[in-house]
């Protein structure tokens, strides 16, 4: 069976850090595109990150130059460093593996997901 599982997620104050890491089990990792989803109170999950099981990279605007998203196919592992965190990054944050687009804004549009990391960015 397919398993995705995050950790890494917890408080930070503004202009912190955090790193998350994603560990996949019952897949070969480097068959699949990974992302990062993110899910605000109130909201919908929206894409954040994605890298290609060719090592390009994409990012969602608000997360440019803060975020770097990479990946240990060795290990079946990928991971999002999370720098400069803001107010409005606090999310239920979510990995996701596909074959398809890495950077689609709904869980149900990739192969696998997890059930996601808390990340809350507060004063």
């Known amino acids: 069976e397919v398993q995705l599982v995050e950790s890494g997620g917890g408080s930070v104050q503004p202009g912190g850090s955090l790193r998350l890491s994603c560990s996949a089990s019952g897949l070969i990792l480097s068959n699949y595109g990974v992302a990062w989803l993110r899910r605000a109170p109130g909201w919908r999950e929206y894409w954040v990150a994605g890298?290609?099981?060719?090592?390009?990279?994409y990012y969602k605007a608000a997360v440019e130059g803060r975020f770097n998203i990479s990946r240990d196919d060795a290990k079946n592992t990928f991971s999002l460093q999370m720098n400069s965190l803001k107010p409005d990054d606090t999310a239920v944050y979510y990995c996701?593996?596909?074959?398809?687009?890495?950077?689609?804004?709904?869980?149900?549009?990739?192969?696998?997901w997890g059930q996601g990391t808390q990340v809350t960015v507060s004063s």
């Open positions: 890298m290609r099981s060719n090592g390009n990279t």
């Open positions: 996701a593996a596909t074959t398809g687009s890495v950077t689609r804004d709904l869980l149900t549009d990739y192969n696998y």
